[in-house]
T-cell receptor, first 109, second 115 residues
């Protein structure tokens, strides 16, 4: 079964802050990735966490708690162009990623 | 650098036909991957390769074959296409195992329809 879970859809307002959660279960863990995927396009890398805590990169931040099997992606000052699917994925070693089904974010005026 | 390139962008196949999806990367990455993405679903790993001459099955390998004769190229072969293989196929590459170097870079995808 699916051992990585994230909400299917979220809606937020331009200029606001949104948090997209991701939970996972795995016996081996080497890091957690977030990718952004616009409709009809390839996924592009956003962030990587391997240690607990918050990684900040401009308007985007990503948090990891390994003991809880939990991560979130925080998007600040939302813009219309942030409307996309956000995929979380963990690596359990061997360089293979296990992806969640993605969270479709819609940013409205 | 062009990064990861894929051809064709779109293809329609009839049931039972075969085809090869091409993938090339110019980043000298060791690892290459093939995924499929069905509507509203995450990426499912079909096959991957850790270097030239070495390939291994992923989560959904049935109906597909791969080869890796060079570092740059990783073609995906569909034999006897079936409607269940209608999907978007992404090729990706990464440099090495371990840490941030696990970051995978994706090609633009091939949209395949089997009728």
């Amino acid at each position: 079964g699916q051992n990585i879970d994230q909400p299917t859809e979220m809606t937020a307002t331009e200029g606001a802050i949104v948090q997209i959660n991701c939970t996972y279960q795995t016996s081996g863990f080497n890091g957690l990735f977030w990718y952004q995927q616009h409709a009809g396009e390839a996924p592009t890398f956003l962030s990587y966490n391997v240690l607990d805590g918050l990684e900040e990169k401009g308007r985007f931040s990503s948090f990891l708690s390994r003991s809880k099997g939990y991560s979130y992606l925080l998007l600040k000052e939302l813009q219309m162009k942030d409307s996309a699917s956000y995929l979380c994925a963990y690596t359990g070693g061997g360089n293979k990623l296990t992806f969640g089904t993605g969270t479709q974010l819609k940013v409205e005026l | 650098n062009a990064g990861v390139t894929q051809t064709p962008k779109f293809r329609i196949l009839k049931i039972g036909q075969s085809m090869t999806l091409q993938c090339t990367q110019d980043m000298n990455h060791n690892y290459m991957y093939w995924y499929r993405q069905d509507p509203g679903m995450g990426l499912k790993l079909i096959y991957y390769s850790v270097g030239a001459g070495i390939t291994d099955k992923g989560e959904v390998p049935n109906g597909y074959n791969v080869s890796r004769s060079t570092t740059e190229d990783f073609p995906l072969r569909l034999e006897l296409a079936a409607p269940s293989q209608t999907s978007v196929y992404f090729c990706a590459s990464s440099i090495l195992a371990g840490g941030r170097t696990d970051t995978q870079y994706f090609g633009p995808g091939t949209r395949l329809t089997v009728l």
